[in-house]
């Protein structure tokens, strides 16, 4: 295969019978594989019997020197095919940047579809599919995973997270902390592998479960969006006014902001999200 183009190969999450025919076709016939890990993908090419191939890494820490490396290859007429350890390559992955470095030099970009853990999850979630957004691994900086989980404390779109099993009970505190305990989410773990289980669950139950059930595996959530606000009562503006007052007490006794607006939220029965909303209007 000579011809400059840039494959995106998805390979197996976890069963190697989900290579599809065409996916091994095009690792048999391209000039070179841009891999996440070179070891791993010569372990994938082995145990499907596909031939030996050149193999260079692509990878978050050498994407920029190695990005230009596979961009001049393609330019002299070469065809690549782009993977990572597991999954659909340039989705949550730095393959991202050699996709828009190919774009921008005309270099013509050809998906190989194949398995996507977060569709997996999603579709077997119980939860809706006609609207969701990825939001992939949530930062380990407290304020940044703050500030990621407050801008989707509206979202209505069924939400998935990708975590490691050391991380999960935290995340799962975060979210219950962000969205209320009564969020229901599945929680699917292994997928496609000979341990796969999928558990449906409140956020309040999950963090229960998994403080008693050590977690193990890698785990996709996905969580319910928001629910659709009912129209404001009459009286809404005024027990909106009096909570922010509280909050504003809170605040200068010294609690935080999010404590102040949760306790005055569950003291009350104003809804958490719209005090929240009201005070940050308020400049409190």
């Given amino acids: 295969m000579s011809e400059s183009i840039l494959y995106l190969v998805a390979t197996p999450i976890g069963n190697l019978g989900d290579l599809s025919p065409r996916a091994r076709d095009i690792l048999s016939s391209v000039d070179f594989i841009a891999a996440e890990d070179t070891r791993v993908t010569q372990k994938l090419l082995t145990a499907c019997a596909l031939p030996r191939k050149p193999l260079i890494s692509y990878y978050e820490h050498n994407r920029r020197a190695r990005g230009e490396e596979v961009l001049a290859r393609l330019r002299a007429g070469e065809s690549c095919a782009l993977v990572t350890d597991a999954g659909t390559p340039a989705v949550s992955d730095p393959g991202e940047d050699l996709v828009a470095l190919c774009a921008a030099h005309g270099i013509p970009v050809v998906p190989i579809p194949g398995c996507c853990a977060a569709v997996c999850a999603l579709a077997a979630s119980g939860l809706p599919t006609g609207r969701w957004c990825f ?3 949530l930062s380990v ?4 995973r703050r500030a990621h989980l407050d801008a989707l404390q509206n979202e209505k779109r069924t939400m998935i997270f990708y975590e490691a099993p050391h991380k999960l009970c935290a995340t799962l505190r975060d979210l219950a902390d962000a969205f209320g305990g009564a969020r229901r989410l599945s929680l699917s773990r292994e997928l496609t592998k000979l341990h796969e ?9 999950a963090v229960q479960y998994f403080d008693a059930h050590p977690p193990r595996g890698e785990f996709v959530l996905t969580v319910e969006g928001a629910p659709d606000e009912p129209d404001a009562a009459p009286d ?5 006014a009096a909570a922010a007052e509280a909050v504003r007490r809170r605040m200068e006794e010294g609690q935080t902001q999010k404590d102040a607006v949760k306790a005055v939220s569950a003291q009350t029965g104003v809804k958490k999200n719209a005090l929240y909303r009201y005070v940050l209007e308020q400049d409190i």
């Fill in 135 to 137: 939001e992939g691994f």
């Fill in 141 to 144: 900086n407290k304020k940044a």
């Fill in 197 to 205: 289980e999928t558990l449906r669950m409140t956020l309040d139950e």
């Fill in 236 to 240: 809404e503006p005024e027990r909106l």
